[in-house]
């Protein structure tokens, strides 16, 4: 006993000084409560400047770096004559300018063309510790800026908080900008949305497969709320699940193997497994109540999902071996779409509380109920980012919906969808 | 010269004899053939006469029978009011159930007419219990129908949840609109 005691003493010691040796390594699940001085230098041209590299991929990289909530920035006015040199080793790095200006890391990067390639050399230095965090070199053309801000940026956050950033994943989402509801995709800042449907009827709820370039969503193109499954690059499409009745709420398991869903085929809507090839493997739940909206644990052992079964709309959660139910919302009149977080610690859900929805997390256990937004408009449909440090949200305000992403503790919230139209629904991609 | 010309003369009347008898027969056989067609044709008239005015006295009363039915077709199509339901319910109101006994009477008038029940939500909730909610109005509307006498096989249902909001507004007055049921007659 005495000896095991001295074991788990060793190894709280072990990780107190692996703590204190890595400075700049941070608490991931707690953005906003310890930041970094983080100092984004521009690039500098390695040959002759061209227009459009410096601007663009700048904006980009501080965006994502600013909405994780990780970062205080240091202001560029105050930067030295280093911001300016370009020093791809750590050794050539004026450190000391950096540390005068209180910047405990450093991002600086160099670019040159040969012919249309573009190639972008990135550092990342540990001011404290003077060396290298990350080094990473792009190839790509000029209109692969963004994408490789993005890439950087989930870099940025991979070196100093050890786990890789969300930001060039995707957001699927659904918008009425054609007139009819259709599947759309963008970036995870709103840029470059695509259409990825035409079936001129309504599309509702997507949602990522885990493991390939594939979306699936509820369409009445052919006249019953079924669910398609689309493949993203090659526009390939069928349907997936066609009983009668509804076809709704499909998510796949994290494993990619199965799809969770609502079907009504015996009159009443309770929560099904089909295979990928649209067969029903399983059904969760048997209760003449409603029962809707399942998300996966990430585990892929429970479900949660909402059910009138106690009267009023609330989250419950569903063994999917055993088949037990629980539930876990008790608070307030109308709970629904819940979202498991990827780390599975956390669910997010929306409550109707004075015709407005707000969005709130919970624990599995039903511990810990927090309520993440505020303020006028209905915040609904909460979908986690890849790492869990993210939500994405739809707010219905002044009778227009856009999309919004917030930290997971409700903080840094912004509008992320173009004005032009409704959009709803969003369903953020794992990694991409 | 003189018996020649006798006889050549002889010849040819007998010639002419023997072309205009021959000649006389098809003539003959002409005539008879269209004596025939005229024959057929009015026998064909006078049968046609006949059945026309039988044909005349069935059509009328299938006419009329028609004319019924697509009135009552019409009427089914035109009149079946749409029903409204309380929030987040799918139990049918008194004043539903009033409307769904004059729907049910439309519907049994015009045997031929299958309908289609959509149920539908106000905007407040979530999607996709909306969906579950107004599967279950129309359900709810479909089974009190069947009870008051409509075969079960004239009627489906389909859910738009709140997708398709009669009033988009944000105000009780929209929202106690759009929870509804609606009949869509399909001939």
């Known amino acids: 006993m005495s000896c095991l005691r001295i074991i788990i003493l060793c190894v709280v010691c072990c990780s107190f000084f692996v703590s204190n040796a890595a400075a700049v390594k941070i608490e991931i699940s707690a953005p906003g409560e310890q930041t970094i001085p983080l100092a984004i230098t521009s690039l500098v041209p390695i040959e002759s400047p061209k227009a459009g590299v410096v601007e663009g991929f700048q904006q980009v990289l501080e965006n994502d770096l600013d909405l994780s909530g990780l970062f205080d920035l240091v202001n560029p006015a105050s930067f030295l004559s280093d911001a300016k040199k370009l020093t791809l080793r750590s050794t050539e790095v004026d450190f000391a300018q950096w540390k005068l200006l209180g910047a405990e890391a450093v991002i600086k990067g160099g670019y040159r063309f040969e012919g249309e390639k573009m190639i972008i050399e990135l550092r990342l230095y540990d001011v404290i510790t003077r060396r290298l965090l990350t080094g990473r070199r792009y190839i790509g053309k000029l209109a692969d ?83 398609f499954r689309k493949e993203i690059y090659t526009g390939r499409e069928s349907r997936l699940s066609l009983k009668q009745g509804l076809n709704i709420g499909g998510r796949y398991s994290p494993d990619g193997r199965e799809v969770a869903l609502t079907l009504s085929r015996d009159k009443n809507s309770e929560i099904y497994l089909i295979g990928t090839d649209g067969t029903i493997h399983k059904r969760l739940t048997k209760h003449y109540g409603i029962d809707v909206d399942p998300s996966w644990s990430p585990d892929g052992n429970r479900l949660a999902f909402v059910s009138d ?124 | 010269m003189k018996n020649l010309s006798a006889y050549l003369l002889v010849l040819i009347f007998a010639l002419t004899l023997l072309v205009s008898g021959c000649a006389k027969e098809p003539v003959a056989d002409e005539a008879a053939m269209m004596d025939g067609t005229t024959e057929v044709a009015v026998v064909e008239e006078q049968a046609m006469g006949v059945v026309e005015q039988q044909v005349d006295e069935g059509a009328a009363a299938a006419a009329r029978a028609a004319a019924e039915a697509e009135a009552a077709a019409n009427r089914a199509a035109n009149d079946l009011k749409r029903i409204y339901f309380d929030f987040d319910q799918h139990v049918l109101t008194e004043s539903a159930k009033d409307q769904l006994a004059i729907n049910a009477q439309l519907l049994k008038a015009a045997p031929s007419v299958k309908v289609k029940v959509e149920g539908y939500c106000d905007e407040r909730g979530s999607d996709e219990y909306n969906l579950a909610l107004g599967e279950k109005r129309a359900l709810a509307t479909k089974n009190y129908l069947v009870s008051l006498g409509v075969a079960a096989g ?27 049921a609606e009949f869509k007659a399909q001939r």
């Open chain 1, 145 to 227: 800026i963004r994408r490789i801000a993005h890439t950087f940026a989930d870099q940025v956050m991979l070196g100093l908080t050890g786990e890789l950033g969300p930001f060039s994943s995707r957001i699927a989402y659904i918008s009425n900008r054609t007139g009819r509801k259709e599947l759309y995709m963008m970036d995870v800042d709103g840029n470059k949305p695509v259409r990825l449907t035409d079936h001129r009827t309504i599309v509702l709820n997507p949602d990522f497969s885990p493991k390939r370039k594939e979306l699936i969503f509820t369409s009445y193109k052919k006249g019953n709320p079924d669910l």
């Open chain 1, 309 to 432: 079964r106690r009267g009023n709309p609330n989250v419950f959660i569903v063994d999917v071996h055993n088949l037990k139910v629980e539930r876990l919302t008790f608070e307030g009149k109308y709970n629904a779409t819940p979202a498991w977080s990827p780390k599975g610690d956390l669910i997010a859900f929306s409550r109707l509380e004075n015709k407005e929805f707000n969005i709130f997390t919970i624990r599995p256990d039903g511990t810990d109920e927090r309520q993440l937004t505020f303020g006028p408009g209905s915040k609904e449909h909460p979908r986690w980012s890849p790492d869990g440090r993210f939500l994405i949200y739809s707010l219905d305000r002044n009778n227009q919906k856009s999309i919004w992403v917030m930290r997971s503790d409700g903080t840094g919230g912004r509008r992320i969808s173009a004005a032009g139209g409704d959009d709803t629904h969003p369903a953020w991609s794992g990694r991409w």
């Open chain 2, 154 to 180: 004239r009627l489906s249902v389909i859910s738009y949840g709140e997708e398709m909001p009669i009033d988009p507004a944000n105000t009780e007055e929209a929202w106690a609109k759009n929870r509804r």
